[in-house]
């Protein structure tokens, strides 16, 4: 190669998770070859406000307001196609009609390769290798620890996957055993290093003479999350509470007011948004939080035990299904047993220490450097 590496990394705001791993591969790339063009880009800020808020505005909109109907159509598009079906067709040649400007990027320069963390980009530029439309390579990193047909979109060079389950479901319809490997889901890199729990608690004021508890309320701050954190303040052991609300002031108002209403035994933290999770989840015992794929590979990265809270129906119910299947979490199903939950699990420090472990030997801190050293590979980079 002549060239510095031209690299296209895609992605779809379709929830948070996409788009962290797809900064986390831009980040470990733009380490490992400095000199590389690397591009970062949402598919969907490069179409009109109406597919927008069909694509990504309506599928938070089904998380918020009928998780279940969203689990449906999760399972309905994982199942088999007829040989004569054209739905696929049609749902693929709607998104090119409503991404021209995405494929004038394609054809902008001679990249090198797309790197995709969401299927969306990979059904686009698998649907123009099969009309000969262009001959750019590309791979998919998936962002679940189970795969979806959807994920499936050949020809595609090669396929990483956080598990081995998720790259035998993907041999299942037809992707060829040598194009995947088994990576974990790419996390910012800075999970990548090692962190020491002391040294966290210390830098963030946090004591070392009760248990640490992390609850998430993710960016949004949207679910019974409130209610989670009132059945948590009832547990008799004193602890000590770091509760995040995101960029939900109004959440963070109101657990606020919660704790001063409370009379109890913890010391609490209520925060807003913060870039500081990674070193807030080495702090932590443990971390309570929906089952997203990246925020459940954050937690694993840092080794901390989970309690999975309202998973979304669908690929969260199946993250869930992983993490309880191979004894790294447990799951409180109803506020109001999230203290009877927590406190058994504090009073049996060998569990809570044998749920550590098994998280910690699940976690992949590396995966958005094993990802972007498969790439570079492929394009000629040796690092």
């Known amino acids: 190669m002549t060239h510095p590496p031209r690299l296209l990394v895609l992605s779809a705001s379709v929830g948070a998770g996409h788009l962290r791993a797809a900064q986390a591969v831009e980040l470990a790339l733009r380490e490992m070859a400095p000199e590389a063009e690397v591009r970062n880009i949402d598919l969907l800020e490069l179409t009109n406000a109406a597919f927008r808020r069909v694509y990504g505005k309506a599928y938070l909109d089904l998380v918020n307001r009928a998780p279940h109907l969203?689990?449906?159509?999760?399972?309905?598009?994982?199942?088999?196609?007829?040989?004569?079906?054209?739905?696929d067709w049609l749902r693929v040649a709607l998104e090119r009609m409503n991404l021209g400007k995405f494929v004038k990027v394609l054809h902008e320069q001679p990249w090198d390769l797309a790197i995709n963390t969401h299927f969306l980009p990979a059904e686009i530029i698998a649907s123009l290798r099969k009309k000969d439309e262009t001959k750019l390579r590309h791979i998919t990193v998936t962002t679940d620890f189970e795969t979806h047909r959807l994920w499936v979109n050949q020809p595609c060079e090669h396929y990483f996957t956080a598990t081995d389950e998720g790259a035998r479901y993907l041999h299942h319809w037809g992707v060829p055993v040598a194009d995947t490997m088994i990576t974990g889901i790419p996390i910012h890199p800075v999970f990548a290093k090692p962190k020491k729990q002391a040294e966290c608690r210390a830098r963030h004021g946090l004591g070392t003479d009760r248990p640490v508890i992390l609850q998430?309320?993710?960016?949004?701050?949207?679910?019974?999350?409130?209610?989670?954190?009132?059945?948590?303040?009832?547990?008799?052991?004193?602890?000590?509470?770091?509760m995040v609300a995101g960029k939900n002031a109004e959440l963070k108002a109101d657990l606020e007011k919660k704790c001063r209403e409370t009379p109890m035994p913890h010391k609490v933290h209520v925060l807003g948004f913060t870039d500081q999770i990674d070193e807030l989840m080495a702090a932590a015992d443990l971390v309570i939080s929906k089952p997203g794929g990246l925020t459940t590979s954050e937690v694993l990265a840092r080794g901390a035990a989970m309690v999975i809270v309202n998973p979304i129906p669908g690929q969260e119910s199946r993250n869930s299904d992983y993490l309880l299947e191979n004894g790294a979490a447990i799951k409180v199903n109803q506020p109001s047993m999230m203290a009877t939950k927590i406190q058994a699990l504090l009073d049996d420090p060998k569990r809570l220490g044998d749920l550590r472990a098994r998280s910690a030997k699940l976690g992949h801190p590396q995966a958005a450097y094993t990802v972007a050293r498969a790439a570079l590979g492929m394009v000629g980079v040796k690092v």
Not at 72 to 81: A, E, L, N, T, W
């Open 70 to 87: 969203l689990g449906y159509f999760y399972d309905m598009m994982d199942k088999p196609r007829r040989p004569n079906s054209t739905r």
């Open 216 to 242: 998430l309320a993710g960016g949004f701050g949207v679910g019974p999350v409130l209610q989670l954190f009132e059945g948590l303040l009832q547990v008799k052991k004193p602890m000590e509470v770091v």
